[in-house]
């Protein structure tokens, strides 16, 4: 079956400026979670949903958010975006939640602040 | 939050050596987890660890969950090329996850 795909695969934006990455989950999976990764603090826990409602929130501030739908899709969003932001930007989904042993991943979202 | 301390950062090994690194924390954690990233591709989970003393292997992969729960390690067998990636540690407990900052490990055949 199909993996968990994130769309786009590459983003370019400036300071200012939001986006949104989305995020299918394999076929079945109703939770997902989202991570940021850079050079500097690595890998880095979101946030995670399960039947469309936000289960558990890392360190992050509110500029960052997101969102599932009932097809357990997910979209992310970053508003205001800071150089700091620039990250591969992580999606991964399992069939329920606080299960991170049975994660699977996505290739992932580059996103780069100009 | 503090991420997980992982060493080494880096390593090249010849093919066929044996390799290890590990990842140690202040806290204690209920879950050690073991990844791999390779270029353009998320991170592909390679071994779980559930219980202190816990030793698990996977093909030419063994990791350990540290007695203390504060710390695990991995060890690669008979390394070959397509070994190269970078390999990441991860401790859950309690719906918080903490990450290593990766070991790139560099195979030359």
């Known amino acids: 079956k199909a993996g968990v795909t994130q769309t786009p695969r590459y983003l370019i934006k400036t300071r200012g400026q939001q986006v949104t990455l989305s995020c299918s989950p394999i076929s079945g999976h109703r939770s997902v979670s989202w991570y940021q990764q850079t050079p500097g603090q690595g890998l880095q826990f979101l946030f995670e949903y399960f039947s469309e409602t936000q289960r558990n929130k890392g360190n992050f501030p509110g500029r960052f958010s997101g969102r599932q739908f009932s097809n357990s899709r997910s979209e992310m969003n970053v508003s205001t975006l800071e150089l700091g932001d620039s990250a591969l930007y992580l999606c991964?989904?399992?069939?329920?939640?606080?299960?991170?042993?049975?994660?699977?991943f996505g290739p992932g979202t580059r996103l780069t602040v100009t | 939050g503090q991420q997980l301390n992982q060493s080494p950062q880096s390593m090249f090994i010849q093919e066929g050596e044996d390799v290890s690194m590990n990842c140690t924390s202040s806290?204690?954690?209920?879950?050690w987890l073991w990844y791999k990233q390779e270029p353009g591709e998320g991170p592909v989970l390679l071994i779980a660890?559930?219980?202190?003393?816990e030793l698990t292997s996977n093909g030419r992969l063994t990791a350990q969950f540290g007695i203390t729960r504060k710390d695990s390690f991995l060890n690669i067998s008979a390394s070959i090329p397509s070994d190269v990636g970078i390999y990441f540690c991860?401790?859950?407990?309690?719906?918080?996850?903490?990450f290593g900052a990766g070991t790139r490990l560099t195979v030359k055949p």
């Open positions: 991964a989904s399992s069939l329920e939640a606080g299960l991170p042993y049975e994660q699977y």
């Open positions: 991860a401790g859950y407990n309690n719906n918080d996850m903490r």
């Open positions: 660890l559930y219980k202190a003393g």
């Open positions: 806290s204690i954690f209920n879950t």
